[in-house]
């Protein structure tokens, strides 16, 4: 079993940035990747981003390749997700999620994620 408790989220007008924050507890963070994604107000949950076991490896859905950078801490079991030159089309619940499958490639389809956060609410305002 795994924990992800997402934290960060806010008001931010647009042009901004926020760092969100999900720590996990319970099986070893080290051993499996990490994802990022959001759902929009009446849209379906999309895939923003994803992070190896290690961190040596990331993949980012296009609209957000040069202004989203995820990241992880081992020792503190937390990725993260900065996110600069904010929009308001980023206006979102983001999610963090935690894929145990040990693919050899970092994936965006939310079914092969196994255990999810509660989401955290990021509103950015024009």
């Known amino acids: 079993q795994v924990q992800l408790v997402e934290s960060g989220g806010g008001l931010v007008q647009a042009g901004g940035r926020l760092r969100l924050s999900c720590a996990a507890s319970?099986?070893?963070?080290?051993?499996?990747?990490m994802g990022w994604f959001r759902q929009a107000p009446g849209k379906e949950r999309e895939f923003v981003a994803a992070i190896s076991w290690s961190g040596g490896r990331t993949y980012y859905t296009d609209s957000v390749k040069g202004r989203f950078t995820i990241s992880r801490d081992n020792a503190k079991n937390t990725v993260y997700l900065q996110m600069n030159s904010l929009k308001p089309k980023d206006t979102a619940v983001y999610y963090c999620?935690?894929?145990?499958?040990?693919?050899?490639?970092?994936?965006?389809?939310?079914?092969?994620?196994?255990?999810w956060g509660q989401g955290t609410q990021v509103t950015v305002s024009s």
């Open positions: 999620a935690a894929d145990m499958a040990r693919s050899r490639d970092l994936r965006e389809n939310q079914d092969d994620y196994d255990y």
């Open positions: 319970g099986r070893a963070f080290s051993t499996y990747a």
